[in-house]
């Protein structure tokens, strides 16, 4: 029951990043049609808070495809028939 239990959170965690990513791309796309249509003395500082959006998710995407390392590693560990 325990690797169950195991198996179902790993699964939601493998979710994660992927689910992140699909909305960083949604974001992006918004981005794009906004800086279209506001005034050009106004995109600078969108385009700024832009890329410091986008930083601060590249790495918490990097963060969490990191400790899905750890955790499929330990997962496949503890798992293994010796």
């Not at 690797?3 to 493998?14: G, K």
């Not at 800086?35 to 995407?61: W, Y």
């Not at 963060?63 to 330990?74: A, G, I, P, Q």
């Amino acid at each position: 029951m325990e690797n169950l239990e195991n198996t179902s959170s790993l699964t939601e965690f493998i979710a994660t990043p992927e689910a992140l990513e699909k909305k960083v791309e949604l974001i992006l796309s918004f981005n794009a049609d906004i800086l279209l249509k506001i005034e050009t003395d106004a995109i600078e500082g969108e385009m700024l808070s832009n890329d410091t959006f986008m930083l601060e998710m590249d790495i918490k995407i990097r963060d969490l495809h990191t400790e899905f390392s750890r955790k499929t590693n330990r997962f496949t560990n503890t798992t293994q028939i010796y």
